[in-house]
């Protein structure tokens, strides 16, 4: 009997231990508790024996007392639109649940001042920025808009830079163009359908609310997302920037394509400084990679990655054994810690002695272009000396002029002088210049109604002894010093220019390994190659490699990120090159987002002649 009893008492105490679970709430708006990556993760949560998932309704959330909330151990609890915040820490405070993401740091990660504080006291890399702050009194602040810049409280910004709201729920980000580009803005907003930002032709900042100003990073066309599961796990993707074109790229089921990346040793460590600078656990960030540095630009506090089951089952488990390993001995819960790598993988890397392409180098001349024109003036006037000497022109006796402000000084000047010729007498005996030359420089200047940087430049030549002898039977005497004026236009790409890189590009694409066998333009592939090419042509807008993912479009992010595009500083190279990248990466919409972000100016004089 004393066996049987004992048995009992044993099979009790057992009883007792199987029926104890660690319940976990998620306290969040519905859109997210009843989201595609909350259910995988919850689904993989209740997988383990000693975890009772509980999602609060919003019904609940919204209308009733804290003390009628259910009961949990442990609280996963987030800020979207409409979440009572306050309510959640009051909740928290009056429970005691284990909390897996702080609650009070979610009201800092709505204020991108606070974040951005937050970062840089933790030591994380940030572009160069400064806040104007529309709340505080006018003498405290100083802000000052010029052509091509803006000064912040004594910080100059040149475009093309970035103008945030300082609410980070406000979407509404605006990257400036400089004039040379093309001018203009990019309007980046809360993607909508299949678009995330739009172009416009106002080149003017915002005069209304508070902003941060900083320096626009060039990317190459990809943002990478950083998803945090505690200091140790980071899962890293990228996907094409909303700043490039505005459109979204989405496969077969409407998601929005993104490229595994590969973070390097310095990027983890910022993941672990993100995450405990901020105390969440579950925590996403934009990673902006430019130039061999990687910034910071932006902290989303709680977010999924939104269709990687490698991730639902990185972060489920972590998420579990984490919860169970502090409240499983409180609780007096029989768990057993089990083995876990110290680093788990973030993308699992190719491995083998297989030949690869590592690199292919294009040279591309530039598409069609309208004639190159050039007239030249001596010029003598004080009013082109003045300018000669505050562009520093006698340091290396010319100056080349391609900026608006400058090109418009050169315009003043020629009308000014005409003015004063038409008037006769006294007045225009200084006046040594060309009414007939004066009269074309302002012509040519007036030309499309303003300037972009791109299709017309002026240079200033000094000449100390004057304008030199023309013929050998010319006497030579001593003259005064002069300006040789040169001005320069045409040589425009044309559209067919635009859209004979464009074409380039996408048959360039096509080219790479794995692009032949696929549809070409819709063109079935076991058509023999002739017939492939003239019926893609045929098509309209010449849709090559239309769909996209096809080919170059498949490759890993990590590669994508090494396509360099240089040019010479010449608008219709420049134009070339970017209408090139526009059909190479299927972008879509204006050629100045793309100039800005993909083509780098490069010193390429002699590259081709030696």
Known sequence: MEFSSENTWMDLEQEETEGKQVIVGVCAMEKKTLS????????????????????????????????????????????????????????????KPLVINNLESQFAIQDRREVYRILSTAGIDLPRHA????????????????????????????????????????????????????????????????????????????????????????????????????????????????????????????????????????????????????NQTVCGFDLLRANGRSCVCDVNGFSFVKNSRKYYDDCSNILGNMILRELAPTLHIPWTIPFQLDDPPIVPTTVGKMMELRCVVAVVRHGDRTPKQKMKLEVKHPMFFDLFKRMNGYKVNHVKLKKPKHLQEV??????????????????????????????????????GHFSGINRKVQLKYQPKGRPKSTSSEEEALKEPSLLLVLKWGGELTPTGRVQAEELGKVFRCMYPGGQDLL???????????????RAASLPNGEYAGTQGL??????????????????????????????????????????????????????NGLLDN
């Open 36 to 95: 595609k990556p909350m259910k995988e993760i919850l689904t993989r949560l209740e997988e383990f024996e000693y975890i009772k998932t509980c999602i609060f309704t919003e019904k609940v959330i919204l209308e009733e007392p804290v003390e009628k909330w259910p009961l949990c151990d442990c609280l996963i609890s987030f800020h979207s639109k409409g979440f009572p915040l306050e309510k959640s820490i009051t909740y928290a405070n009056l429970r």
């Open 131 to 278: 806040v104007l702050d529309r709340d505080l009194p006018p003498e405290e602040t100083n802000f000052e808009e010029q052509d091509d810049s803006v000064v912040v409280n004594g910080v100059v910004f040149n475009k093309p830079f970035v103008e945030k709201p300082v609410d980070a729920e406000d979407h509404n980000i605006i990257i400036y163009y400089p004039a040379s580009a093309g001018g203009g803005s990019q309007r980046l907003f809360r993607k909508i359908g299949s678009r995330s930002s739009v172009y416009s032709p106002e080149s003017n900042v915002r005069r209304a609310g508070s902003f941060i100003y900083e320096d626009f990073m060039a990317t190459d066309g990809t943002d990478v997302k950083v998803y945090t599961v505690g200091p140790d796990y980071a899962h890293a993707e990228a996907r094409k920037s909303p700043a490039l074109d505005g459109k979204v790229e989405r496969n077969s089921e409407g998601k929005e394509v993104r490229y595994p990346v590969i973070l390097s040793n310095k990027e983890k460590l910022i993941a672990r400084k993100v995450c405990m600078a901020f």
């Open 411 to 448: 315009l003043d000047i020629a009308r000014f002088l005409i003015t004063e010729i038409e008037k006769g007498g006294s007045s225009n005996e200084v006046i040594e210049e060309k009414k007939s030359k004066l009269d074309q420089v302002r012509y040519i200047l007036e030309m499309y």
């Open 520 to 534: 070409i333009g819709g063109v079935p592939a076991h058509e023999t190659q002739v017939d492939r090419y003239t």
């Open 551 to 604: 080919g170059l479009l498949r490759l890993h992010s990590t590669y994508r990120h090494d396509l360099k595009i240089y040019a010479s500083d010449e608008g219709r190279v420049q134009m070339t090159a970017a209408a090139f990248a526009k059909g190479l990466l299927a972008l879509e919409g204006e050629l100045t987002p793309i100039l800005v972000q993909m083509v780098k100016s490069a010193n390429t």
